[in-house]
């Protein structure tokens, strides 16, 4: 596969074009992703505001006491949908359970350590760390390729 890469300033949008000889699996996931850059969800800021919060940008969501809340890198947003339900709609988009509390973007993650117990340290993007807990290191090392599925 080859990539090119045009800056045209006259543009008010970015164009994406891609030539193929036949439109295969290879070609399929190529679209998804680039579609898959700005899919939203609906977040709530404290005041009240509903702001859409773009699914590639969030680090992790996290369930504090009987609520969901996105992360991204400079801000947090309630959603009003439960981490069983982001968890099943995001797994094609790189997110992955890692703890009852917490479905983490796995491009979001920069450095992953050993921790006691059997546990994972996974550093995000951010300079924060989160937990995986031994119940759910084997779903992250399969989405993050080091085992079978």
Do not use: Q
């Amino acid at each position: 596969m080859k990539i090119f890469v045009k800056d045209k300033l006259s543009l008010t949008e970015t164009e994406v074009e891609i030539r193929c000889r036949e439109r295969d699996a290879e070609v399929e996931g190529i679209i998804d992703s680039i579609k898959s850059l700005e899919e939203t969800l609906m977040g709530e800021k404290e005041n009240g505001d509903k702001i859409p919060v773009t699914i590639s940008k969030v680090l992790y969501f996290e369930a504090v006491d009987r609520n969901v809340f996105a992360y991204t890198t400079s801000d947090y947003y309630r959603v009003r949908r439960t981490l069983y339900d982001l968890e099943e709609e995001l797994v094609e988009r790189h997110f992955v359970r890692i703890s009852k509390a917490l479905v983490v973007n796995l491009k979001a993650v920069k450095k992953v350590s050993p921790e006691d117990g059997r546990r994972l340290k996974l550093l995000l993007r951010n300079g924060e760390w989160v937990i995986v807990s031994r119940n759910y290191v084997s779903d992250f090392k399969r989405g993050i390729g080091m085992k079978e599925a």
